[in-house]
């Protein structure tokens, strides 16, 4: 049996239904063991007083990118079954900066607010709330939006098709950023977290 | 050496597992699995049998009405016939420039030709190149033409198929078709006028590929 399993048809939509239920509790739970639950310790990443969120993130990144990488090259997946997202350049930068500032503001990101909400804290409900009424403002507006949103489309473009490099190579550079990162992270930390007291 | 190793903590030593597996990753070669890949004939067989990969003209008629755009319908013909005539929201890729026409192996292919049997083969071409989710339109555009452009409902039928054909009735005229009522006989009707191209296939497909479902999320 080779995955993805939903892209060969192993299971009908009802049934990858329950099993994106499943991941989403797993992700909520991981999430929440994180301490990505409260508000305090995300925002604490963006005064760099508590780099948890690059490492756990990062961490997630290169651990699904070595292992797909590796599952692949053995057969066990079918990397071009994998959806790819399409790349919008410009507007994805805006939404990734709105994403950003609302991450700072609020204290959380759509996933971590989940989190937040479901283990009862005001803050994370409220969050949501915000969420589901800029989804509204955001669909009913978007007939205005439309043309920006769907400006300077790329198609699913991967790193490697960008660059022109071998997949191997980018798994490795991105694996040596992973690793950089982090020590320059625990050294931000010590660094920034000097003046308050944890 | 050991006591070295033993020394660093867990988050070391998945670190250099990181690492060495990263590093070993450059000499492994394309993760993508490409042309060579063997075909598994009793899987195939055994789609054939059940008849999974049939698309009716009824369900395609209904997508294209409701303008899903979660796939990719490919007109087999020559480009004189589709530029005749094709189905709303299809494209034009004849059989020979079928695996380098820019197909993506996850996308929701929907094939068909004049009857069954071009877009059969096709299928078979794609399956064989590890396209996972192909499918064909049952006999293919002329049924097309029965069904949905011109279908025709005889003078004896009884209520029951009165009321289908109502249904049918107003699909056909929203791809500018011509229902036949009151003969039966196909002779009386020798020239029935294929739709404009432009009439359906704007209001049907909206926004084409550009509105694809997002399924990230942080």
Redesign the interface.
Known sequence: MNAPYF???YFGDEISLIVAFVIGIGFGFFLERAGFGSGRKLAAQFYLTDMTVFKVMFTAI??AM?G???L??F?IV??????V??TYLVPQIVGGLI?GVGFVIGGY????SCVAAATGKYDGMIYLGGIVVGIFIFGEMFPLL?NF??ST?MG?VTLPELFGM????L??L???M??GG?AGAEWVEKKFSKGTSQ | MKALFSKLSFNQKLAIVAGVLGFLAIFAGSPYTGNTATMNVKDLALLVEREADHVSVDELADWIIKGKADYRLIDLRSEKEFNEYHIPTAENIPVGSLTDAGLMRNEKIILYSEGGIHSAQAWFLLKANQYKAVYMVRDGLAEWKDRILFPSLAENASAEERVVFEKRKAISIFFGGSPQTGTGDTKATPQLAMPKLDMPASSAAPAGAAKKKKKEGC
């Open positions: 892209k060969f048809g290169v651990t070595v797909l990488f590796w692949s090259v057969g079918d990397l071009s079954l994998v959806y997202s399409q994403l990101c759509p996933g971590t439309e949103y769907t489309a699913s071998s997949y191997g190579l798994v490795f991105v694996v040596l992973a690793l982090f």
